[in-house]
């Protein structure tokens, strides 16, 4: 799902258009309607934001 959701992001192409060896366009599309109304992605992007910025501190003090 999250392959399908990030591919049209990307590349804003229609649903429709979701290449055929990801889920039916309109199965991701459910999905992620469903997720942006229920706070799911921006909750998503939270958690990776933070997990990224801890990394890139983590690799900060490796170096020094």
């Given at each position: 799902m999250?392959n399908?959701i990030?591919?049209?992001l990307?590349?804003?192409?229609n649903?429709?258009?979701?290449?055929k060896?990801?889920?039916p366009?309109?199965t991701?599309?459910?999905?992620?309607?469903q997720?942006?109304s229920q706070?799911?992605?921006e909750e998503?992007?939270r958690?990776?934001?933070?997990q990224?910025r801890l990394?890139?501190k983590?690799?900060?003090?490796?170096?020094?």
């Amino acid at each position: 799902m999250l392959n399908g959701i990030f591919y049209q992001l990307k590349n804003g192409c229609n649903w429709a258009d979701l290449p055929k060896d990801l889920p039916p366009y309109s199965t991701v599309y459910w999905h992620y309607k469903q997720w942006r109304s229920q706070g799911v992605l921006e909750e998503l992007m939270r958690v990776l934001h933070s997990q990224v910025r801890l990394q890139v501190k983590q690799n900060r003090s490796e170096l020094h």
